[in-house]
């Protein structure tokens, strides 16, 4: 079945560090993917999505490509802050024809130091 | 401003008694869903719904039920029979099922603690 692999955490940080968050998926087929955000105590937040292969996409400063032929989208941010510290998802999802119900990942937590 | 409510924040119960969590949602989505978090085992899906008067069993149904009357409300009941309620419970919903890019929305969640 469909699935999806995230690294696993906690990702400890120094403010304004390079971030990457590896996110790997099992699909037969070319799925919508999706990271989304939780702050702790909250619900979950979409982040940014990809809907066909080669598309980036963006939001407050993170990316993440969607890669066919590496089965990937990796989250990345360039310079991360205190704020940022969280638990990141991984997710994918299909449309019409396919199961719709969302496929999440373990999740990782990012702690991001001052 | 258009959202999921979750209500209560912090649910706490005895062991034995059903306990019901509310979720309602004024974005007009179709589907809505149910998900429990526990730590470390990311999110696993309960229960979702398509439509007004249908609902599915998700990867871990056994102990929960739900009902879906009106578009806007699908109310979790976790029953005595599920064996290790305590934990954090999220709804969500998407504005159709079957959308390729229809990302879910996510209420704030309830934190249930059965003792």
């Known amino acids: 079945g469909d699935s999806v692999t995230q690294m696993e955490g906690p990702v400890t940080l120094s403010e304004e560090a390079f971030l990457t968050i590896n996110c790997t998926y099992t699909?037969?087929?070319?799925?919508?993917l999706f990271w989304y955000v939780q702050y702790p105590g909250e619900g979950l937040q979409l982040l940014l999505k990809?809907?066909?292969?080669?598309d980036k996409g963006s939001n407050k400063g993170f990316e993440a490509t969607y890669r066919k032929e590496t089965t990937s989208f990796h989250l990345e941010k360039g310079s991360v802050q205190v704020s940022d510290s969280a638990v990141y998802f991984c997710?994918?999802?299909f449309g019409p024809g396919g199961s719709y119900i969302p496929t999440f990942g373990r999740g990782t937590s990012l702690i991001v130091h001052p | 401003d258009g959202g999921i409510t979750q209500s209560p924040k912090y649910l706490f119960r005895k062991e034995g008694q059903n306990v019901t969590l509310s979720c309602e949602q004024n974005?007009?989505?179709?589907?809505m869903y149910w998900y429990r978090q526990d730590p470390g085992q990311g999110l696993r899906l309960i229960y979702y719904?398509?439509?007004?008067?249908?609902?599915q069993k998700g990867d871990i149904a056994e102990g929960y039920s739900v009902s879906r009357e009106k578009k806007e409300s699908f109310p979790l009941t976790v029953t005595s029979a599920q064996k290790n309620p305590t934990a954090f419970y999220l709804c969500?919903?998407?504005?159709?099922?079957?959308?390729?890019?229809?990302?879910?929305?996510f209420g704030n969640g309830t934190r249930l603690t059965v003792t």
């Open positions: 699909a037969t087929g070319y799925p919508s």
């Open positions: 969500a919903s998407s504005i159709e099922p079957g959308g390729t890019s229809s990302p879910l929305h």
């Open positions: 974005l007009n989505h179709d589907a």
């Open positions: 990809a809907t066909k292969a080669d």
């Open positions: 719904s398509q439509i007004v008067n249908d609902f």
């Open positions: 997710a994918l999802s």
